[in-house]
């Protein structure tokens, strides 16, 4: 069944666990959920799977929801927005999981485990040494203690309603079976009275209505005991589409955080856009079907089909990203611009910002965080600041050395710059009127002294972008103290 075949509205969740750390893998799973929800018109949920104490870390959950709200991933339903089937956060629905717990009980499809943990290492080494795998169920105790009541003490478990090779099919990965093997009696309430995952999803995606299940690879072994749960509650199944890894570069293993992966704030921090990070996310392990690379949300609204989704893995790289920054940066306003640099730059560089710099800005960074660099120590918009000191003998060309020239040459440009009116000083202007002298002089004798004379620098913006942004008056200023640098015998 494709999602468009299906007869109810779309339904479909992210459900991370607060951890501490937002993968890219989940981010991409968190997206695709999210486009087809939106695709199809339908509902998106962001749920917090937070039954694992242990591994909680304090203030995981705005974490997420400050990761998703930067990419622009908007949830119908969340932690801030419980649902009609109340909270989305998985430890405020305790009541519903016992509920459902005491069904299964009630049902003999469920019991309180009697072994203590020795007592099942006994049973594991037992299975190591017969060198096979270790089954629960194997070692069910008896009938009457498989009915002893469960008053929450003990771990219960789900009794395998039916032991027989299990059958599924998945949106991506096509039709997929399991052998007997894979089926178990695993728990599915912990004696702290807290679910398990294996439980408690299926409760939750169920009362939430959830549809279609996109989710990881990691997660297809333990479908047998997901489906054994379905049966025993009676519960049809939702959808699956498991998404392809995320791999390194060098293809070889999924990438992880041992493989230099980030936690996905670390790119806003360093400045990277969340309409590139979205462009790379969708297109790893997705693909359109056409020659398109760069997207928009609303293009990416309209186009997802998790048909389209491949079964292999793709590569997450950095540099890739680092274009899809550039070619979004390049798509912006000016005035947009502006408005993302504003928390990367200091006082003085913001004022140091405008319809002048702005261009060069644009050419020349690949992340917002890029921008400082070029006001600070060897950035080419140093000169903007303040005329570095520099001795006259850098001015000369050399290729022709000749002071006197070099001199002649300066005056020249000087002259030309101060007869064009102030409402032709941009560069194309600028070039236009000292261009015949340059063409007729040698470009390299006129340019290399009007580059270092209006920057103090060997390397910067050609000298007529350079004289535009430090503006007529200033450009005239630093050509003077260029020639006094030439006419000074000192120098």
Partial sequence: MTPESSSKPIVTRFAPSPTGFMHIGGVRTALFAYLLARKNKGTFILRIEDTDKEREVAGSVKHIQDSLSWLGIEWDFGPDKPGPFGSCIQSERLSIYKKYALELVAKGLAYPDPYTAEELAAFRAEADMAKRPFLYRNHRPSDELMKAPWDGT???RLKTPTIARSHWHDVVRGDLQAGEEAQDDFIIMKSDGYPTYNFAHIIDDHEMGVTHILRGEEFISSTPKYLSLYEALGLM???FATLPPILRDDKTKKLGKRDGAKDILEYKAEGYLPEAMLNILALIGWNPG???????????KSVFDVAKVQKSGGVFNEEKLGWFNREHIAKMSDQELLIRLESFLDSAQKSLV??????LIKEKIVTLGDAPKL????GELSFVKALSDYPASQLLWKKNPDKEITKKHIAEIHSQLNSISTDLFTAEGIKNAVWPY?????????LWPFRVAVTGKEKSPDPFVSSYILGKDESLKRLSVALEKLNTPSQ
Avoid: S, Y
Wanted: charged share 35%; glycine share 8%; net charge negative.
């Fill in 154 to 156: 003990k771990p219960l």
């Fill in 237 to 239: 199944p939702p959808i």
């Fill in 290 to 300: 056409t020659e398109q690379e760069v997207f928009t949300m609303t293009e990416l």
């Fill in 354 to 359: 405008d319809e002048r710099t702005l261009p």
């Fill in 375 to 378: 006001f600070d120590g060897e």
């Fill in 438 to 446: 340059v063409e007729a002089n040698g470009k390299g004798d006129v």
